[in-house]
């Protein structure tokens, strides 16, 4: 079963960039899956923040504004997340997930699994 | 203000049957397949429902999964106290704000 883990500093400065890397295990990057980021506010719910496909091809949520970069490293088995601009309204708990988006007929098939133990990132000076 | 709408909570005794709902519209729920996810405090969320009403291997059977029109519901029979977590439903909004939206959340509360 593949096994992801986020890595990365906890506390950002704000104005400052986050950035956090999720290493992927016990199953290849490369297989012809989605990768995702997902955050959740403390007691709050979670927001797609957006997801990329081994060849490269990015998704993202419009709500963030095009702060959000998500890069992909094959080599290493890893993809990445660079969030930029940020304030203390994007302190969360930041998952990395495998996802899957299949288009069927005329409807998409979308679901998120597995997902990382996630990372807590306060922004903060 | 999330895209799809949860009730914040709901109740019911060990044993008993729970119904979750999750109201969307043509864009999202009513076009494309639904997902539902457990959380317990402290950990990831878990998938426990895809593709409108399938169970992933190891949910157990007590899980089920249905949709009409733009709204599904999560049904949990048998209820044991283990069951208390948050619930969120999830599916791939198409309108031009495409993306990935989830529910609220539903804290399930097992008396």
């Known amino acids: 079963q593949v096994q992801l883990q986020e890595s990365g500093p906890g506390l950002v400065k704000p104005s400052g960039t986050l950035s956090l890397t999720c290493d992927v295990s016990?199953?290849?990057?490369?297989?012809?899956?989605?990768w995702s980021w997902i955050r959740q506010p403390p007691g709050k719910g979670l927001e797609w923040i957006g997801e990329?496909?081994?060849?490269?091809?990015?998704k993202y949520n419009p709500s963030l504004k095009s702060r959000a970069t998500i890069s992909i490293d094959e080599s290493r088995n890893q993809f990445s997340l660079k969030l930029t601009s940020v304030t203390a309204a994007d302190t969360a708990i930041y998952y990395c997930?495998?996802?899957?988006?299949?288009?069927?007929?005329?409807?998409?098939?979308?679901?998120?699994?597995?997902w990382g133990q996630g990372i807590l990132v306060t922004v903060s000076s | 203000q999330s895209v799809l709408t949860q009730p914040p909570s709901v109740s019911a005794a060990p044993g008993q049957k729970v119904t979750i709902s999750c109201s969307g519209s043509s864009s999202n729920i009513g076009k494309n397949y639904v997902s539902w996810y457990q959380q317990f405090p402290g950990a990831a969320p878990k998938l426990v429902i895809y593709d409108n009403d399938k169970r992933p291997s190891g949910i157990p059977d007590r899980f089920s999964g249905s949709k009409s029109g733009a709204s599904a519901t999560l049904g949990i029979t048998g209820l044991q106290t283990g069951d208390e977590a948050d619930y969120y439903c999830?599916?791939?909004?198409?309108?031009?704000?495409?993306?990935?939206?989830f529910g609220g959340g539903t804290k399930l509360t097992v008396l």
């Open positions: 990329i496909y081994y060849s490269g091809s990015t």
């Open positions: 999830e599916t791939w909004d198409s309108s031009l704000s495409a993306g990935r939206v």
């Open positions: 997930a495998r996802t899957a988006h299949i288009i069927a007929v005329n409807a998409i098939m979308s679901w998120v699994d597995p």
């Open positions: 016990a199953g290849t990057i490369s297989g012809g899956n989605w």
